[in-house]
């Protein structure tokens, strides 16, 4: 049911038509007309497809509010359009039938990892902390960096994508630390439906890898499951 405001200007449905102002002026558009009959095959497609754009859009607001702070510094204006459009896109490298993928899935793959560790979260500047290359390697994380000549923060972030919830803990990095492998102690075990990421942040920047186990010998990561 439509309403009226202090101006005279109408807001909701009445009759045939929807109601609303715009740039301060009234506006109308008509109802969509009701499909009749049994949905046909590109309708239940589209439906499919929106469906999986819904839950990409929702890991991404999930990964911008574990990364508010960072987020809020970049200032890019359709920072929010470019992550969605990323994670919609690792979604798609999800080998699960159209309508049951998600970026989740989609992380789990090689090509979707690629996307996710090629993507840079901002355009300010052409020299920026960068990391080339994070495994994990037992119970500690090392991260290979190209350097930049001001203060960084690297953060592990540990997020379940579909809920929300994560754990993180950031390390202060000077520009010294970055000119070589740094190694830190993981702070969170592992746990079921969390993905892993480590993120650097520096002035005006931000890049995240997925976090990933090295490849190691047999005998070696049996001795450290032993530990």
Known sequence: MAKVDINGNWHGKLGDYVYYVRNGKQMRRSLPTPHKGPKTEGM????LYATEFGTAALTSKHLRKALEQEFGNL??????????????????????????RTPVGGLE???GKALFNRFIFH???????????????GVEIEVVMNPCRTEA??????????????????????????????VIKKKFRAKKGYSFFVFIAGKDSLQGVVLEKAEESPEKQAAEESL
């Open 123 to 137: 355009q300010h500047r052409r020299k920026f902390p960068k990391i080339l290359n994070a495994v994990l390697r």
């Open 153 to 182: 923060s690297l953060t592990e972030l540990q997020i379940n994508l579909i809920t929300g919830d994560f754990r993180r803990h950031d390390y202060r990095l000077t520009p010294a630390d970055q000119k070589k492998p740094v």
């Open 75 to 100: 200032g890019e204006r359709y920072l929010s359009q470019q992550v969605n459009a990323l994670l919609f896109q690792i979604k798609n490298c999800d080998p699960a039938p159209v309508g049951s």
């Open 44 to 47: 239940k497609k589209n439906a």
């Open 109 to 111: 793959t090689a090509e």
